[in-house]
């Protein structure tokens, strides 16, 4: 073999071993991107202890989140031993959570530390820890009652300093893994930038991994705050805190808590029906239409599903008609379904068992086409178009050839006795496309 031979027969065997191992690289790429959760395991509510109906809400989802008072438990000792299962003041959390429980909920509590002033703790630290190992053991996963998965340490604890939230998560943390191994331990609302009234700043968790399994954030649609509040469509490019917010979370999770899940535990948008008072802090507040509300609750859960996130927890289950903020953002108006009600049961019915594939299509301002795929049958896929907009806008949608055949079409509803079947074309080559999601229901050969 000549000089040259030699040197190109070598030059063969490095570029095979590279590819080999850029094909391996890949491969375990692969294999180490995490499964994308089914939307029955994506899609969750917010309720607030005695107040939720679990049976009320049993269409819409299957994951609750309680905002727990601390000081329901402790009162104003934060040294008191608190005779889990049942709360100081005389609730008896195995009839609050295991009332949910028995309607096939699963229970998040965030344990909020903010009904109770920093100054009261006679022992941040001590009393926190105590506290929390006593609560996990108490109602955690492996307790006799197992009623609660996953604990939040404080929801917006923005009112205790750095320092002291640091030592308290440290504390609880420790209290919780030590009082159930198996209760997930998720961080209060977290932001990547400085730490304000409603959150803190990921630098107060930093360094504690071991000690927690989930990242918590809270995002709102707000296109404007004070005085007007006004929210806009999620997909909406002006907005710099809804979906940036979200992504800004997972990115401080991958290069620094590598394997830690991420929640959105907060978002939605308020509709009422009634004006504001011509006076007052909400005097100039703008809300969104019942059919907004709809549609941009269900557009919201298709767009986070495409984002490296576990779940998202919608806020709110009922209110009471009330046009300020955060007032009128239930699924019921005084326990009577809205149209966002049927709009989301809609979705937990038809998408519960699919979890998201890929994005079809994406044009900005024309349309969005989501592809999802059934749990145990790959052939049963579902695709999903809206007009990504929010002026009301409808067009014809010339359709990318589907995997598959095209079994039926449904239009998100708006009332329990609305038939959302859509008819087709023959041959489905263009479908009506408005901001109300078309749901394609797909088999492929």
């Known amino acids: 073999m000549t000089h040259l031979s030699l040197l190109r027969a070598a030059a063969g065997r490095v570029l095979a071993v590279a590819l080999a191992a850029a094909c391996a690289g890949a491969t375990a790429l692969r294999a180490a991107e995490p499964v994308r959760p089914l939307m029955r395991d994506f899609i969750g509510i917010n309720g607030h202890t005695v107040q939720f109906k679990p049976k009320l809400y049993q269409p819409v989802a299957s994951l609750v989140r309680d905002y727990h008072p601390v000081e329901w438990d402790l009162g104003k000792d934060t040294d008191f031993v608190t005779p889990f299962p049942s709360a100081r003041n005389g609730v008896d959390w195995r009839q609050v959570y295991g009332g949910w429980q028995r309607e096939g909920w699963r229970t998040d509590v965030s344990l909020m530390i903010e009904t109770l002033p920093r100054a009261q703790w006679k022992d941040l630290a001590a009393d926190s820890r105590a506290y929390a190992e006593r609560f996990a053991r108490a109602l955690g996963p492996s307790s006799p009652n197992a009623l609660v998965e996953s604990a939040e340490i404080g929801n917006e604890p923005g009112k205790y300093n750095d320092a002291d939230y640091r030592t308290i998560f440290e504390a609880m943390a420790r209290g919780l893994r030590a009082g159930d191994p198996k ?30 399994d989930v990242l918590n954030v809270h995002s709102y649609a707000q296109l404007d705050n004070w005085p007007t509040w006004h929210r806009s469509f999620p997909e909406d490019a002006r907005l710099k805190e809804y979906l940036p917010d979200i992504r800004h979370v997972c990115e401080w999770r991958d290069a620094h808590a590598p394997g830690k899940e991420v929640w959105l535990t907060e978002f939605g ?177």
Not at 187 to 209: F, M, P, Q, R, W
Not at 270 to 280: E, I
Not at 356 to 371: K, M, N, S, T
Not at 414 to 422: M, N, S
């Open 183 to 212: 209760l997930k331990v998720v961080t209060g609302n977290l932001t990547t930038g400085k730490s304000h009234d409603y959150a803190k700043s990921v630098t107060c968790i930093s360094g504690l991994e071991d000690l927690y």
């Open 269 to 445: 948008y308020d509709s009422s029906t009634q004006k504001p008072k011509p006076t007052g802090d909400f005097k100039d507040w703008v809300g969104v239409t019942d059919e907004q509300q709809s549609q941009w609750i269900v557009r919201s859960w298709l767009v986070f599903a495409t984002m490296p996130i576990q779940r998202a927890y919608l806020y709110f289950f009922n209110d009471e008609d009330t046009p300020q903020l955060h007032g009128a953002a239930g699924l019921t108006r005084k326990f009577q379904p809205k149209p966002s009600f049927h709009a989301v049961a809609h979705l937990q019915h038809t998408l519960g068992d699919f979890r998201f594939a890929r994005v079809v299509l994406d044009r900005p301002g024309e349309a969005l086409i989501h592809e999802y795929t059934h749990a145990t049958d790959p052939k049963r896929r579902i695709w999903v178009a809206w007009s990504p907009t929010g002026s009301g806008r409808s067009a014809s949608l010339e359709l990318p050839t589907p995997p598959g055949r095209v079994e039926r079409a449904e239009r998100m509803p708006l009332r329990a006795d609305e038939d959302p079947v859509v008819t087709l074309a023959t041959g489905t080559p263009t479908v009506p496309l408005t901001e109300s999601p078309l749901y394609l229901f797909l088999r492929l050969p």
